[in-house]
Structures are given as C-alpha cells and as structure tokens.
C-alpha cells in the first residue's frame, strides 16, 4: 500500500509532466508538487519498469498509462533518428528553470476557450496567482501542472466518468504539448551511455510486451543494434557516444554497469522476441564482463578493466544508489543466464557476488536494494516457462499475454515457434514443443515441469499455484 500510494502521489505530482509524459528528476518539497525540472534518462527507465509492475499487480489503469506516457517520451523527445537513447534534458531553458513547462491561467484559458479552459485549469490545479512558492520573481503567477484531486473524485464532482474525464484531459492535452513545443526547449545532452541505453532497452521490451505495443519492441531492438554497432570494438564497450557534425564520436573503455546493464537489456529482449541472437550476444558480453572485471582473489566485480595504469584503486561497487550497482545488476544478469543455458558456472559467480556482500546485505539492506532483488531471484527459485508456437498466432499470442501481465518478477521464459529446434542452445525447450499442432506452454522448476497446456485459461491455473 505504501508503495502504491507513493507511486500515485508522483504520477499526480508536479516531478511527472502532465503534458508530455517522463518525469523530472526529483521533487524539492513533501507535496510532489515543484519539482527540479531536469529530465534523466536513468530515471524514466528505472521508473517505467516500478509502473508497469504496480500495473500487474494492481490493474490500476493508472500505472499502464504512466508507463505508456514514460516511453512515448523516450520516442518522441529523446531518441535518435537510427536508435540510441539520449541521456537528459536540462531544467533551464532561457536562462529560467522550468520555463518549458509553467502557465498561467490566463495562458491556458486564451488557448483551451472557456469551458475547456476552466475544466482543464481546475484538473490541473491552475491559479490566476499561481500555485507555488520560489525565490526567483520570474516565477511569479506561474503554475505547476498537477491533479488537485483524483481522477475519480473530479469525475463524479463533474458528473462524467473516469473515462470520459481522462479522454477529455488527453485531447487538452494535445493542444497544450502543441502550443509548448513552440516554445525554446531545454538543453538536450545528446549523449549516449551505455548503461543508460541498457536500462531503457530493458524498460522498452517490458513495456511492449506487458502493455502489448510491438512498437515498443521495435524501438527496443532498434536501439540494441544501434548500440550494438558504436558502442563496441571487439567485444569491448565503450562508455558513450555523442553526434558529431561528421557522424558519431565514442568514449572511454566501458565500465562494469555498461557490461551488466547492457547484457541484462539483450537477455529481456531475448524473453520478449525470442530471437536466439539477442541471448547470444548477451552472454557474449557477460563472458567479456567475466574476464576483464571478475576479481579471482576476492570474488564479486571490479567497476575497471586493468588496463589503465593510472587508477590508484579498482573499486568494487555493492551499493545501490539513484543506478543500481554493476555487481547487482550483474548477479541478476547471470542467474538469468544460469537458467537460460544450463551453464552453473553462472550462478556459481553469482552467488559469490551475494556472498562477498552478505556483511552489507545484512547490516544495511536498505542501502543494496538492487541486490536484495538478486537474494529473492536466487532464494526464491525462478520458474521456467516455456511457450511454443507461431508468434503471429492468436493462440501463441494469448498464452504469452497470460504470462505478461502477471506479476512474476522470479521467472525465466523461453520460447520457440514449433519444438526442440533452439534445444541446443536452451535447455528450457529441450524434449519440449506444440501438443497436436496446438500452442502449448510448460510451467516448470529445475526443468521439471508441469503438465503442458494449451489454453490460457489452464495457464492461469498453473502461475496461480506457484
């Protein structure tokens, strides 16, 4: 409940953009309401996939459309014309913070007519003097967009449904982003980091195939190529890349959380499309990230390669901050893995990872939650689920999306269009297939599975026992 709660009260908030969707970075009071403006790309992945889990647990239409609004930002504002995702937009535009994103009442109403005008201005709180607090006198008369009560209490005040309301709001809103995109954007920093591509790639295929937007899946897979290709040399990353007037300039070796981020994102679209070349290339950057950052001596994860003789230090990074962790993402990313190919030697080092961190994990935990997730995933015992049939196929279609849009945060799914062919490489399809010519789906744990069934109503009966 206390999660929900704080999810919706930032969703209606100020620190989320009512008009153009993604969220700013933080929010400067205990009302959600003024936020500093600037835009992370970190952050809006991070907080795409929390959303699109309350929407799974919850049902609450909410969550869905926050998430939804999450990635059409990304789309529309913040991504290259090739695939690659921008790192942030700045607060300041004009010399003023916030400027691109406050009104007056007087703006609003000029622009919407009277009734829209007054209806759109009392959802989103708007005062003829303004509805906050600052320092600066150009703020003066200015208004933070944010819902003053919810929806459903301003419908029935209103004598509309929810639907109605929302409907209504979203087409306001389209004149609104209209008129601001007229206005002098905030500084873009046109970089791309590795990492941060990696947490949106991963945000990007969740939100495709729980919210069932193949579009989201193409710009997933479209960004992993377009990442794929400038971002690597011989199976190194790099850190970054920035536009240049004559193409596209690359930067610094890669780090430990560009190695994991970026193999985890491959691995997820592995679970979304599929393609047995996503989960190939992902582990071939984990087997990299094995080799030039593993600690043999110790255990867990150095944050540097060795090659650079300056470095007085090669820290090893446990705790989780605003990012998580390179060594929690990596445990995640290989028991994934472990499961995927059979190969034990991933958990192996995944469970020294944990281990090397137990003091932390049990003294502090609040300070590793990234990690906590990797303890769960592991003490929990993940189910392997398996769907097999053609993916253009309504049936197919309907045993995946019974999966999707569950809550099963412990789960390896595999799948392939007809049998044993992807057996070689995944054990969880292997002596696996259709049943008569029908999809079929195999719940299972320790690839021991349930009896395989063909309806997802049966489905459904099987993730509700686990």
């Known amino acids: 409940n206390m999660a929900v709660q704080t999810l919706r009260a930032m969703a209606f908030g100020g620190m989320y953009d009512q008009v153009g969707g993604g969220f700013h970075r933080y929010s400067v009071d205990a009302q959600w309401l003024v936020p500093h403006f600037e835009k992370m790309l970190y952050d809006n992945a991070q907080l795409c996939e929390v959303y699109l889990e309350a ?18 930002y990304q789309l529309r504002d913040m991504t290259h014309e090739f695939g690659g995702f921008y790192s942030s937009e700045d607060a300041d535009s004009e010399g003023e913070e916030g400027a691109f994103y406050l009104w007056t009442r007087d703006e609003l109403m000029e622009l919407l007519g009277p009734e829209d005008g007054e209806l759109y201005c009392a959802y989103y709180g708007v005062r003829p003097e303004g509805n906050f607090s600052s320092p600066e006198p150009y703020h003066e008369g200015k208004n933070i967009l944010h819902v003053a009560s919810p929806p459903e209490v301003f419908a029935e005040e209103r004598g509309m449904s929810v639907e109605e309301l929302i409907e209504r709001i ?20 046109n970089k791309m980091l590795t990492a941060w591509n990696g947490y949106m790639i991963h945000a990007m295929a969740l939100g495709g195939r729980v919210l069932d937007e193949p579009r ?26 920035c536009t240049t007037d004559t193409g596209y300039e690359t930067n610094y ?9 970026f193999a985890n994102s491959l691995v997820t679209l592995y679970e979304t499309t599929f393609s047995t070349a996503w989960l190939e290339r992902g582990r071939e950057i984990a087997e990299r990230m094995l080799e030039v950052f593993w600690d043999e001596e110790n255990g ?20 989780d901050g605003s990012e998580p962790s390179g060594n929690s993402m990596a445990a995640l990313l290989l028991m994934r893995l472990a499961v995927l190919t059979g190969e034990n030697r991933y958990l192996e080092r995944a469970e020294t990872v944990l281990a090397v961190n137990h003091a932390n994990l049990s003294s502090i935990p609040e300070a590793l939650p990234k990690m906590l997730c990797a303890v769960d995933f592991r003490l929990r015992t993940p189910k ?34 007809w049998g044993d062919g992807e057996a070689h490489r995944i054990p969880m399809l292997a002596g696996k297939g259709v049943i008569d010519e029908q999809p079929a789906a195999y719940v299972c744990e320790h690839y021991a599975c349930q009896e395989p069934v063909t309806t997802p109503e049966a489905l459904a009966r099987q993730l509700d026992a686990t």
């Open 253 to 261: 070796d890669g780090y430990l959380d560009d190695y994991a981020a």
């Open 300 to 319: 867990a994860f150095f944050y540097t390669r060795d090659n650079d003789p300056t470095l007085l230090v090669r820290p090893k990074p446990g705790f």
């Open 55 to 72: 929407w799974q647990l919850t049902g609450d239409w909410l969550f869905a459309r926050v998430a939804r609004q999450i990635l059409d």
């Open 170 to 189: 979203d087409a306001l809103n389209e004149m609104v982003r209209a008129a601001r995109s007229k206005r002098v954007r905030p500084g873009l920093d």
């Open 216 to 241: 989201y899946v193409d710009a997933a897979e479209q960004t992993a190529m377009f990442a794929g290709q400038l971002l690597q040399e011989d199976g190194y990353l790099f850190r970054s890349c």
């Open 384 to 417: 392997e689920i398996a769907v097999f049939g053609p993916w253009d196929e309504a049936d197919t279609r309907a045993l995946l999306r019974e999966v999707w849009t569950r809550f099963l945060p412990h789960k390896i799914v595999a799948g392939s269009a």
